[in-house]
């Protein structure tokens, strides 16, 4: 059974760089039946897709937060993570991370999720 | 982007009782929806997909229809977990979006 689990800085000054990383189990990010997607959650936005990608090379963002977002990986740690630049405090969310099946791209399973909250 | 809503927004039943959650997408999106549970504190959970397609484990007292723009989340016969926000999700077109969602709480 697939698990996820984020990690990362609970607190992010404005204007900085958010880091997250997801660390997967029970399944290998370097297959073909996957995407592997972030998503975040705040009370003012509700659920937001931020982008997605997968291990034969395809990456694709929100547009909204196409400027400031990276989706990168980690094969070897079967780890991916998440860089946002620039925030402010309308970044303020839990932050999820997600495996997105291929055929479909629905979410089928999802980290905690990790508080990460902008402020000064 | 494809603009999801939901409707009620919230609704208040009873353990037993058969409720119905609306989604409605901006424009057609086949049977590209997604419906996920989400409790406080807690990840969404996936519930249907393919809107119609119960995932494995979900109670079948869960049931999802509808294609193009108009689409049905079902429960019937109530039970004490199901109080719980719901949430669809459109997947035909970039970038994904969420509905809003539907809070249901106990009456």
């Known amino acids: 059974q697939v698990q996820l689990h984020e990690s990362g800085p609970g607190l992010v000054k404005p204007s900085e760089t958010l880091s997250l990383t997801c660390t997967v189990s029970g399944d290998s990010i370097s297959g073909s039946n996957y995407y592997w997607a972030w998503t975040r959650q705040s009370p003012e936005k509700g659920l937001e897709w931020i982008g997605s990608f997968h291990y034969r090379g395809s990456t694709v963002y929100n547009p909204s937060l196409k400027s400031r977002v990276t989706i990168s990986v980690d094969a070897s740690k079967n780890q991916f993570s998440l860089r946002m630049t620039s925030v402010t405090v309308a970044d303020t969310a839990v932050y999820y991370c997600?495996?997105?099946?291929?055929?479909?791209?629905?979410?089928?399973?999802w980290g905690q999720g990790a508080l990460v909250t902008v402020s000064s | 982007d494809v603009q999801m809503t939901q409707s009620p927004s919230s609704l208040s039943a009873s353990v037993g009782d058969r409720i119905t959650i609306t989604c409605r997408a901006s424009?057609?999106?086949?049977?590209?929806l997604t419906w996920y549970q989400q409790k406080p504190g807690k990840a969404p959970r996936l519930l249907i997909f393919g809107a119609s397609t119960l995932e494995s484990e979900v109670p079948t007292r869960f049931g999802g229809s509808g294609f193009g723009t108009d689409f049905t989340l079902i429960i019937n016969s109530l039970e004490p977990e199901d109080f719980a926000t719901y949430y669809c999700l459109q997947s035909y077109s970039m970038p994904f979006t969420f509905g809003p969602g539907t809070t249901v709480d106990i009456k």
């Open positions: 997600a495996r997105e099946r291929t055929s479909g791209h629905w979410l089928d399973a």
């Open positions: 424009q057609g999106i086949g049977n590209h």
